[in-house]
């Protein structure tokens, strides 16, 4: 069994910072891809940022320049520190990692449960 659990969501005013963080734990041999995806109300879930397991990065534009992405391989966690944030950065955001469990023999990708980030105005 994995589980992969978000934490440091909240309010922050426009202009704001805050830090998630995404844990990984259960039976994994291995953790490739890891990522960070948002959902806002009555829109498609959508890509944020994503980080190989030797650290190379892919951002969407509407983040470049303000959200940087990051892992700790040894914790199994993924962090995304957000800058200067956006009204519209306002969404459910879920992290998601390729796992290799223990016993399997294919990566599997897990989701986390999601951790609510609202930006006010």
């Known amino acids: 069994q994995v589980q992969l659990v978000e934490s440091g969501g909240g309010l922050v005013q426009a202009g704001g910072s805050l830090r998630l963080s995404c844990a990984a734990s259960g039976s994994i041999v291995s953790i490739g891809a890891m990522g960070w995806y948002r959902q806002a109300p009555g829109k498609q879930r959508e890509l944020v940022a994503t980080i190989g397991r030797s650290g190379n990065t892919n951002y969407a534009d509407s983040v470049k320049g303000r959200f940087t992405i990051s892992r700790d391989n040894a914790k199994n966690t993924v962090y995304l520190v957000m800058n200067s944030l956006k009204p519209e950065d306002t969404a459910a955001y879920y992290c998601?990692?390729?796992?290799?469990?223990?016993?399997?023999?294919?990566?599997?990708?897990?989701w986390g449960q999601g951790t609510q980030v609202t930006v006010s105005s």
């Open positions: 998601n990692a390729d796992v290799l469990p223990l016993f399997g023999t294919t990566w599997v990708g897990h």
